[in-house]
């Protein structure tokens, strides 16, 4: 299994970006994924996830902001994140679990977001 993450970068506060999660040797659809993010000094914590129903779940401090989705014919895992927040600054990770409501035991490399006030 290879998850790769991209569309970090550099924005400034209000702005948005939209990270990918492009999976191999996994299929998205009707799988368990999440996307979570580590800021330096902070632990790891979740940011949102999507089940195998398309249900998702989102962190307090993200709500009405990110939206998790997935493209299935990209086999493709996407995180929108509108009116960033310097707080949002952080390492993203997505991740997948091999079988849902059990451990993320997939992960990709991260991508870095920044934003800057």
């Known amino acids: 299994v290879l998850l790769v993450e991209s569309g970090g970068g550099s924005v400034q506060t209000g702005g948005s970006l939209r990270l990918s999660c492009a999976a191999s040797?996994?299929?998205?659809?009707?799988?368990?994924m999440g996307w979570f993010r580590q800021a330096p000094g902070k632990e790891r914590e979740g940011v949102a996830t999507?089940?195998?129903?398309?249900?998702?779940t989102y962190a307090d401090s993200v709500k009405g902001r990110f939206a998790i989705s997935v493209d299935n014919a990209k086999n493709t895992l996407y995180l929108q994140m509108n009116s960033l927040k310097p707080e949002d600054t952080a390492m993203y990770y997505c991740?997948?679990?091999?079988?849902?409501?059990?451990?993320?035991?997939?992960w990709g490399q991260g991508t870095q977001v920044t934003v800057s006030s």
């Open positions: 999507i089940g195998s129903d398309l249900s998702t």
């Open positions: 040797g996994y299929t998205v659809s009707y799988s368990c």
């Open positions: 991740a997948a679990q091999t079988y849902c409501y059990t451990v993320y035991n997939h």
